[in-house]
């Protein structure tokens, strides 16, 4: 599996991750780091309590390190949750909505890291 | 041109970020260019910047971490003396943060993802750009010691006021210390300097809460551009100041102040203040001196003189007189001698009158150039008139105190002898009194060396000085020349005829002739013939007069003395 096809099965944008990394051997060494960085654990462990400040810290830092990996689903998905607990911004979904919307990003962050880690194991 | 390795060495850049794959990929994008270090949260942050505060030209700052949020260390920063200079740029994706950032200081921002790294490289790279410019600028800014600014940026401020706020009306001002040097000598510089931090603090306290700006434009020259409606009240100000901080040494202050007009530049404005200070000099009358019109046209009228003195030599516009000095103790009185006086005839501003020019020429260190003229004038006349009438006439020329302590002054006089064969006892060489004051010692060396070379030295305006009689013992003078004022009331005050006798006692103490000057009156000359006075110059015998004119007197005497013989 070359690093694109790997983009491709996680549907990450892999120009995109290129375009930051600039090199492919360095977009494979940042995203094998991903796996470890805690930021959907700390996401799903502050969607348990609800907390609104945790939980855009969280989706926050979820939604950044995302668009700079070049997974841009993954990083829209936890934006539109950041969104929704930003300071000042109004609830737009209850919070049941936003547990489907965190368990839709859970499934997509394993995806991303079983591709990742399958990559890794050639 | 110097070349620092500390000017071009790499820039230190912190990269303030709790996401280790955002921190690395950014480190990744600028490590090739900077040196990168590194903090996990707003907190770590804040103690980097402290840790390096002299070598790190930026920062690159997260806005949602924990511990401490970008937006708490912007607002500390911006209140942190020791940290505000080092430039922000923020990390964010979010318009609202951006203005927010902004507005608390932040220098720029950098959206994420990090993606366009040429914009990323080129926004860090301007920032600490300017950042360094801004600092260089300030630095250059103000004056170290006062914390005034600097004269260049001073004048900058200066005109910006003048061009963008035409209805203020500000003034210039010069302040400047008494004999400064001297306080410096005597004190040592360091006292100098408190003086000059304390008179500093002074002008800030007193220029605080106003438009006006202040420098400090050269040692222990202060200028201001205020407004101000009692320039006496904020001198006093200054002098109480001064005066507390220095208790045991005396330190005055001078003033000069010219009043602002919307078609003066502040140049022109402080040229003339400056003028008005320097007026202050020597004056007894007050500290505080206001440039009016009348010192403006004294001062293109001196500087007139200055700048056409170089041509008036060329064109010989300088006119020599001579006024005969006549030996009253002989029956008829005979001709002794004769002062040579210079005269300018300017082609455009008429006669100058040596009131004028002398002082002004004594002040900018160029009489030698009018004495030089004089001297070869002179020198050249004797020996014409030997040559003419067989008949030496010896003339006395002025030696002002410059010239006095110039080395070539011997061989300058020692060539002018040789040159028209002349013999230094006819050649006078006149030295006002209050040239022995300052520096005697010196002076009384080089006097002596001319005399040795057989020059005789007239001491002039005798009684106009400070010489005490315990000093006038030690000079070495050959003839006292009493000064003028003691003859001019001489017929109505009976207490000056006492000082002329005085004077001639202390001449026939040091045994040397006295020449009274300025004598007008036949009742003038028999009160100073019956009191012993040996020689008169004045109106009385004749006016300064040309060289042609004066020949009348030679032939006259020359008549006179055949018929004595006869």
Known sequence: ???????????????????????????????????????????QEAGRSMDPARMFETAHAMKGVCANMGFDKLSAAAGEICEEFRPGNARSISDDEIRAKLAEVDAMYRRTVEGINAYEQQ | MIQSTAIHRRRQVLVVEDQELNRDILGMILEDDYDVLYAENGAEGVACMREHRETLSIVLLDLMMPVMNGFEVLELVRED???????????TAEKKAELKALQLGAADFITKPF?????????????????????????????????????????????????????????AVVINIERFHSVNDFNGREFGDRILRRLGEEIRGCLAGTEGIACRAEADQFFLFCQCTDYRAMLDRFQQSVNEFSKRVAIRLRMGVCFGTGDRTPGMLFDRARTACNMVRGSYKGHLMIY???????????????????????????????????????????LNSAEALVRWKHPELGLVSPGDFIPLFEKNGLIHVVDNYVW??????I?????????????????SRMEVFDPTLERTLLQLLEQYKISS????????????????????????????????????????????????????????????????????????FRLIELILDIAGYLGVPVVAEGVQTSTQMQLLQNAGCEYVQGFYFSRP??????????????????????
């Not at chain 1, 944008?13 to 090199?23: E, S, T």
């Open chain 1, 1 to 43: 599996m070359t690093l694109q096809e790997l983009y491709q099965i996680i549907d990450g944008n892999y120009d995109h991750a290129v375009q930051i990394m600039r090199m492919e051997k360095l977009v494979a060494r940042y995203i094998s780091r991903f796996p470890k960085s805690g930021v959907n654990e700390a996401l």
């Open chain 2, 81 to 91: 003396e020791e940290l505000r200079h080092i430039p922000i740029i923020v990390l």
């Open chain 2, 115 to 171: 993606d366009m790294h040429e914009i990323i490289l080129a926004r860090v790279g301007r920032i600490i750009e300017l950042s360094e410019g801004r600092r260089l600028i300030s630095a250059a800014e103000r004056d170290p010691l006062t914390g005034l600014y600097n004269r260049g940026f001073f004048f900058e401020y200066a005109d910006q006021i003048r061009r963008y706020y035409r209805d203020l009306r500000m003034d």
């Open chain 2, 292 to 334: 009016d019109e009348e010192m403006h046209e004294r001062e293109l009228y001196s500087q007139r003189l200055l700048n056409d003195l170089g041509q008036a030599i060329e064109e010989r516009q300088f006119a020599v007189y001579y006024q005969p000095k006549y030996d009253i103790q002989c029956h008829p009185p005979r």
């Open chain 2, 376 to 381: 070869g004038e002179a020198a050249s006349q």
């Open chain 2, 383 to 399: 020996a014409e008139w030997r040559s003419k009438y067989g008949f030496t006439l010896p003339l006395s020329v002025n030696l």
């Open chain 2, 425 to 496: 006892k006819d050649f006078k060489l006149e030295v006002t009194e209050s040239a022995y004051t300052d520096d005697a010692e010196q002076l009384v060396a080089v006097i002596g060396q001319l005399r040795e070379y057989g020059f005789e030295i007239e001491m002039d305006d005798f009684g106009s000085g400070y010489s005490s009689l315990n000093t006038i013992s030690s000079l070495p003078i050959d003839v006292l020349k009493m000064d003028m004022k003691f003859i001019q009331n001489v017929e109505e005050n009976s207490k000056n």
């Open chain 2, 545 to 566: 007069l040309p060289a042609e004119e004066f020949e009348k007197l030679i032939i006259k005497e020359i008549e006179a003395a055949k018929e004595r013989k006869s």
